[in-house]
């Protein structure tokens, strides 16, 4: 549910990063807010102003910076504002031995192996001056519900499903029922405390942990960022309270942590991570004094994640508390709530002339409603974007379907794929006659038919001009085709045996394929970020995506069917060449059967 907002992908080796970065990255540490760029906290968008742009196109010595040639500048211009003033440091990230480190912003934990796409990732390497890493490549995508929706039975089970009910019957096809708990739940949940500020938010949380310290309760405070639970350890190792604190930092420390964090007298600082199904067992004499008291210093922008904070305590019938302090600085209030809130905050009329409200709070059960209406707008929008992800990666998934459904036959083929590869030649040959003869015969184009077969089918010696004229379009189809097919078949009685013609036509056909499908990916990823303005011209984006991604799969197949014939066509048999072996899937060819004076060598154009 959480995660569903960004699919999954596998990535490659990508181009070599440039100086662009480190270029754009000095350019817009220069600037200011509101002067030079824009930023809608809503959206957690960032652009350049009228300013902005002037700024830029002096220093980059530009006519126009939106020219069409500028196009990678201008991306490069765009991830470095996201990666200075909206990607935070110790919020969305971490440093770490010199590398940036995603932060998991629903579970606090670091996210190893998974990288920003898009060179934002670069972005932020050179916001913070380290070692900026090779761009990757999307080699294959997958939304997550289409990647669960593949399983043929899909269950689960967790304490917080109720408030996603309506997403996991529509997206999923799955019903949530709620259980009842083993024993009645006995924890007090008290109502919101709201302050003006987070300086006094924080006053008043480090003075509730002190006094319930004193008292020997143990207390679990949770925080949605890494920089939170470090600020809030400063102020309490200022008081001289003894603490732990668990962030994606020392997250190697987890289990020991967790284990202490029921004990008398024990304060545990924690992100998200210990919010996630972990229980905290109560030591000795820990009952008596109310059980485990949980302090969330900030709503999440997601319900769930709240009740799971507040789900360590209480547990199997024990005693425990939960409160969460909220400031009219917090990121969700100044997201989605603020100018409501504002106005409860009016109308309770908590303001004091002598201290301008500082220490005031206002605890109230209309209060938590306008937090939880926010956080129900948040979720909508969220549950918005995972629609619009899915609906969109529909159209991708008809054609992953179609694609790896073929490439799967490919792998799995152990006779031979002579038949399939000729009927390629066939349907490309087919393909360039129709383009070089559509109009009149008078003005038929066999100039470009020539170039066609000299740089596909075969050398230029072997057809010429004359070889073309004076036939209809049927038998041009025919001549070319049967000259083709004799030309294959006597290329690949030089191999030895039916097991490397079989091999030599699986690599020739999977390379294709697999560099193809990756440049579509990438081409339909770019239609995808520009269509959204067709709705400009009264256009459903959807629509235009879905009408012109077929068009573009029908180019793809188009284009393998046509490299796949010039590199089979070309391709020369070297004897006495050391073979480059290619892993096989057939069972019935092993290594050793391959003679290794023998290579297939493919030629470039």
Do not use: C
């Amino acid at each position: 549910i959480d995660e569903a907002r960004t699919p999954l992908i596998i990535s490659g080796q990508g181009e070599k990063s440039t100086a662009l970065y480190n270029r754009a990255d000095y350019f817009v540490k220069g600037l200011k807010e509101e002067e030079d760029y824009t930023i809608d906290l809503t959206s957690k968008s960032i652009v350049l102003t009228d300013i902005g742009v002037d700024k830029a196109e002096k220093i980059f010595r530009l006519e126009n910076l939106y020219n069409v040639e500028n196009s990678s500048l201008v991306h490069h211009i765009d991830q470095a504002l996201r990666a200075n003033y909206i990607m935070i440091h110790d919020i969305d990230y971490v440093v770490d031995e010199e590398e940036v480190k995603i932060v998991d912003p629903f579970t606090g934990r670091i996210m190893d192996g998974r990288r920003y796409s898009d060179g934002l990732h670069q972005a932020i390497e050179a916001k913070e001056n380290v070692e900026i890493q090779d761009e990757s490549k999307t080699m294959a995508t997958i939304t997550f519900q289409n990647y669960f929706r593949m399983y043929e039975k899909l269950s689960g089970m967790t304490g917080t499903a109720k408030t996603e009910e309506e997403e996991f019957r529509e997206i999923y096809n799955i019903n949530v029922v709620s259980i009842p708990t083993n024993r009645p739940v006995i924890r007090k949940d008290h109502p919101d405390l709201l302050y003006p500020n987070l300086k006094a938010k924080f006053a008043a949380v480090v003075e509730e942990i002190k006094e319930r310290h004193a008292k020997g309760q143990p207390i679990l405070v949770g925080t949605v960022a890494v920089e939170t639970s470090e600020y809030l350890s400063k102020l309490l190792t200022k008081e001289g309270i003894p603490h732990e604190v668990l962030n994606a930092k020392n997250h190697f420390k987890e289990a020991e942590i967790v284990m202490a964090a029921g004990q008398r007298g024990a304060v545990t600082i924690a992100t998200n991570m210990a919010g996630r199904g972990t229980d905290i067992k109560l030591g000795s004499g820990v009952k008596e004094v109310g059980g485990l008291a949980v302090i969330g210093t900030e709503r999440h922008e997601s319900r769930r994640i709240d009740n799971q904070l507040r789900g360590r305590a209480g547990r199997q019938g024990d005693p425990g508390a939960s409160q969460f302090y909220l400031s009219l600085e917090d990121d969700l209030m100044r997201r989605f709530g603020s100018d409501r809130i504002q106005k409860v905050w009016e109308k309770l009329n908590m303001t004091d002339d002598n201290n301008e409200g500082e220490d005031l709070a206002i605890q109230s059960k209309m209060l938590s409603r306008q937090v939880e209406s926010a956080q129900k707008r948040v979720e909508g929008n969220n549950y918005d974007t995972r629609k619009s992800v899915l609906e969109y990666d529909e159209v991708m998934r008809e054609q992953r379907e179609v694609i790896y459904g073929q490439r799967l036959a490919v792998i799995n083929e152990e006779e031979t794929l002579t038949p399939h590869i000729k009927a390629m030649i066939k349907r490309t040959i087919e393909r360039e006659v129709a383009y070089a003869t559509e109009n009149d015969e008078k003005d038929w184009n066999l100039d470009s038919l020539l170039d066609f077969v000299h740089n596909t089918l075969f050398s230029p010696e072997k057809i010429s001009i004359k070889d073309l004229e004076r036939k209809s379009r049927e038998e041009l189809i025919n001549y070319l085709y049967n000259e083709s097919v004799s030309a294959f078949d006597e290329k690949i009685a030089l191999l030895n045996g039916p097991e490397q013609v079989l091999e030599f036509e699986k690599v020739i056909i999977l390379r294709v394929v697999d560099s193809k499908w990756t440049d579509h990916i990438d081409a339909m990823d770019h239609l995808r970020q520009g269509v959204g303005l067709r709705a400009y011209a009264q256009t459903n984006p959807l629509t235009e995506y879905q009408t012109e991604g077929f068009d573009r799969f029908q180019e793809m197949i188009a284009a393998i069917e046509y490299d796949i014939t010039r590199f089979i066509m070309k391709a020369q048999i070297r004897q006495n060449l050391e073979r480059e072996q290619v892993n096989s899937t057939n069972p019935r060819v092993k290594p050793s059967s391959m003679p290794k004076h023998q290579s297939v060598k493919t030629l470039k154009g």
